[in-house]
């Protein structure tokens, strides 16, 4: 019996092999040379529903992906993310090992050194970056950066500080705006905001200009630690730097508030801004407050907030119908969650799954069977991930 498994499992996979081969390789009718664009998202596709490290190798083996096409590096870190998640971390090294060759372009090894963060394999992301003359890769800020960005993606604050205070001057690295931006972030992230006013200090020393993107990361570090006065003190030294307090700056100030189910509060404050300056919101700041809204489970002033969004030419993003759709649902109101529903799949936005069973009984539930057909057949045509299940709940509709 144990060898009739074994047989099957080894059938089985010859198959998968012998498909993914055919579909990527160049003598098929869909080769990634004479269809670049159609095949690499047909791997992404498959890696998206594939969590067998051997198969998700050969993908790769069979694709030929590099990291200088911006497709090609989502599909990375999908790889990257489903083997990590699932504690595949020799197949990580299998997939980035021997990816860096003599010479190559900086962009590969920090490429490498992100994934390896991302991965939470911190170590190999420092060994790459210290072994680039190996490979005869200049070393400059762009590697420095993503060293701390994989420190950041592992949530190894200690070693962001120690990378950021020792390794500029040991390898003859200036520090870019880019570079005191995540010092900052890392130090924000791990309750010590505080700290920050230090590198701000250096910058100006150094004469790089901070940016609104610097001060946001500060307001936002404040905000977690809930030190308001020291968000004030930020916005004056914003003015004193000469760097404009726009909308982008108080979306920062409306994410931190709605993220602690604050969005009333986030609300008045963008009405106090809006009332007494020239700034207007923009769909970044309507989709925060909707978004606080529907978490906070308030459907009025969700539905308000949008209302007003659409009458002023902005427009919502995906997150945004989908929180719309879910609380419509919870609240009964399926008629109106179809027509968010049916504007959201026209932008090729479809909810999460459970989301839209629950629209289909809902429909189902109001005598309104037709409806929640069309619902099915339009998610069907559009993605073929749950075919299977959705087949099965249209079986069970009335007849």
Known sequence: MASLFRLS??????????????????????????????????????LRTESNPDRILEIFRSASLTPDHHLHRIAFSVAVATLSNNKHFSAVSHLL?????KSQPESFAVRVIILYGRANMLDRSLQTFHDLERYEIRRTVKSLNALLLACLSARDYEEALRVYSETPEKYGIEPDLETYNRIIKAMCESNSTSSSYSIVAEMERRRVKPRASTFGLMIAGFYKEEKYDEVRRVLGMMREFGVHVGIATYNVMVRCLCERKRSREAKALVCGV???SRMRA???????????????GDLEEAMGVFEVMVRSG??????CYFGLIRCLCERGEFETALVLCRESMEKNWVPSFSVMRWLVNGLVCSNKVDEAREVIAQVKDRFSRNVDLWNEVEAD???
């Open 9 to 46: 499992h080894n059938v089985n996979q010859f198959r998968f092999i012998s498909t993914a081969s055919s579909l990527l390789t160049p003598d098929s009718k869909t080769s990634l040379t004479t269809n670049h664009h159609k095949n690499t998202r047909h791997v992404l596709s498959l």
């Open 97 to 101: 090992d021997g990816f860096i060759k």
């Open 274 to 276: 809006v009332s007494c």
């Open 282 to 296: 923009n769909s970044v700041t309507y989709c925060l407050l909707i978004r606080g809204f529907c978490n906070e």
């Open 314 to 319: 902005c427009k919502g993003d995906s997150e």
């Open 397 to 399: 509709l009335p007849r």
